[in-house]
């Protein structure tokens, strides 16, 4: 893909945010403000507060977010790992914080449960084209809320249910691969897009009010694609899937009614500019490796930094607590706009 195509395709996904956000803060100028949200949070890991149980004592890179260093800075958890693949608290809670009902996000989803308050359906490696052997993908964690609607244990005639879906650690661009072409490529981009826009059609569908969706962030300067040049410079061919990724998702939702399109390519990029860049604070030598990864005489095979607040990235691809505060920061503005609600 040329670098003209690149630009071309990174200004029409910012033209076609601001058109959305205009259009949805005028419609909703004159809104009476309410607290009571339902929060209802779709996706992977950058929303996913803890669904992942933890199924063996082993720590491994499935379950790490449920062993040191993980959580070490989340206070409200008396910094213990939460199973949160953060050193802290992630995307979900900063919103659940926003939204003025809660202090965090939602519980995780558990069978036969209700949700008053809202749920979290999201998993660690979750997608939208997951094969059979993988996490819960994302149309399948919208079955899940179905079965609760069906069987009442949410009720969502209401106008105040606000739905996060996030798409957005690359773990569907994960399968590609070095020999892919461009047209298989732009063939799985679509695939991709699509489930994200059937995920948001259901949602509505289904009743929910209002829902945000993420874009991707730059996935080419993650630590995991930028750590070959020693996070100096970020990968190419990673930002290039992202910016197509954003650029079809924002054309696909442009005309969809109460629908919010979150730019974390733009905030992601500025947050870690301002901090680590593409370092992460959690590293590790071995590129196979996991940050909290032990030996066999348990001594750690990973390095920490002092000051997770310095840093943007916790791990080869999540943001630290102090990262996604920043991010969320950024996007306040956009999300109490579009819900009508004031700091």
Same mark, same amino acid.
């Given at each position: 893909?040329?670098?003209?195509?690149?630009?071309?395709?990174?200004?029409?996904?910012?033209?076609?945010?601001?058109?959305?956000?205009?259009?949805?803060?005028?419609?909703?100028?004159?809104?009476?403000?309410?607290?009571?949200?339902?929060?209802?949070?779709?996706?992977?890991?950058?929303? !996913?507060?803890?669904?992942?149980?933890?199924? #063996?004592? @082993?720590?491994?890179?499935? %379950?790490? /977010?449920?062993? $040191?260093?993980?959580?070490?800075?989340?206070?409200?958890?008396?910094?213990?790992?939460?199973?949160?693949?953060?050193?802290?608290?992630?995307?979900?809670?900063?919103?659940?914080?926003?939204?003025?009902?809660?202090?965090?996000?939602?519980?995780?989803?558990?069978?036969?449960?209700?949700?008053?308050?809202?749920?979290?359906?999201?998993?660690?490696?979750?997608?939208?084209?997951?094969?059979?052997?993988?996490?819960?993908?994302?149309?399948?964690?919208?079955?899940?809320?179905?079965?609760?609607?069906?069987?009442? !244990?949410?009720?969502?005639?209401?106008?105040? #249910?606000? @739905?996060?879906?996030?798409? %957005?650690? /690359?773990?569907? $661009?994960?399968?590609?691969?070095?020999?892919?072409?461009?047209?298989?490529?732009?063939?799985?981009?679509?695939?991709?897009?699509?489930?994200?826009?059937?995920?948001?059609?259901?949602?509505?569908?289904?009743?929910?009010?209002?829902?945000?969706?993420?874009?991707?962030?730059?996935?080419?300067?993650?630590?995991?694609?930028?750590?070959?040049?020693?996070?100096?410079?970020?990968?190419?061919?990673?930002?290039?899937?992202?910016?197509?990724?954003?650029?079809?998702?924002?054309?696909?939702?442009?005309?969809?009614? !109460?629908?919010?399109?979150?730019?974390?390519? #733009?905030?992601?990029?500025?947050?870690?500019?301002?901090?680590?860049?593409?370092?992460?604070?959690?590293?590790?030598?071995?590129?196979?490796?996991?940050?909290?990864?032990?030996?066999?005489?348990?001594?750690?095979?990973?390095?920490?930094?002092?000051?997770?607040?310095?840093?943007?990235?916790?791990?080869?691809?999540?943001?630290?607590?102090?990262?996604?505060?920043?991010?969320?920061?950024?996007?306040?503005?956009?999300?109490?706009?579009?819900?009508?609600?004031?700091?």
């Amino acid at each position: 893909m040329s670098t003209k195509l690149v630009l071309t395709a990174a200004c029409c996904f910012l033209l076609l945010l601001l058109l959305n956000g205009a259009h949805h803060v005028e419609a909703r100028r004159h809104r009476e403000r309410r607290k009571d949200y339902m929060l209802l949070v779709f996706g992977d890991s950058f929303a !996913d507060a803890g669904n992942r149980l933890m199924r #063996s004592s @082993a720590k491994s890179r499935a %379950s790490r /977010g449920w062993y $040191y260093p993980y959580g070490s800075s989340d206070s409200a958890h008396r910094n213990r790992a939460t199973g949160r693949l953060s050193d802290g608290l992630v995307q979900s809670d900063f919103l659940a914080r926003m939204l003025g009902n809660n202090d965090e996000s939602p519980p995780p989803y558990s069978p036969g449960e209700d949700g008053p308050d809202g749920v979290n359906f999201a998993l660690p490696f979750s997608g939208v084209l997951n094969g059979p052997q993988e996490e819960t993908a994302l149309g399948t964690q919208i079955d899940q809320l179905t079965r609760m609607v069906n069987r009442r !244990d949410v009720d969502l005639d209401d106008d105040y #249910s606000v @739905a996060l879906v996030s798409v %957005s650690n /690359g773990h569907d $661009y994960s399968h590609v691969s070095d020999t892919t072409s461009s047209e298989q490529m732009n063939a799985y981009i679509r695939d991709v897009t699509d489930g994200i826009v059937d995920a948001v059609k259901r949602l509505q569908d289904l009743g929910v009010s209002k829902v945000l969706v993420n874009s991707l962030p730059p996935l080419g300067c993650t630590p995991w694609r930028s750590r070959l040049s020693s996070y100096a410079r970020c990968d190419s061919s990673g930002n290039n899937i992202a910016n197509t990724h954003n650029m079809l998702l924002a054309q696909k939702l442009s005309g969809f009614e !109460d629908v919010l399109l979150l730019d974390l390519y #733009s905030t992601f990029d500025s947050v870690a500019r301002s901090k680590s860049g593409s370092t992460p604070c959690c590293d590790t030598s071995d590129p196979n490796g996991y940050c909290g990864q032990e030996d066999g005489s348990g001594r750690a095979q990973y390095s920490l930094c002092a000051n997770p607040d310095s840093y943007f990235y916790w791990d080869y691809m999540h943001p630290t607590q102090a990262g996604w505060e920043a991010v969320m920061d950024q996007l306040r503005g956009p999300i109490q706009d579009f819900l009508a609600i004031s700091s």
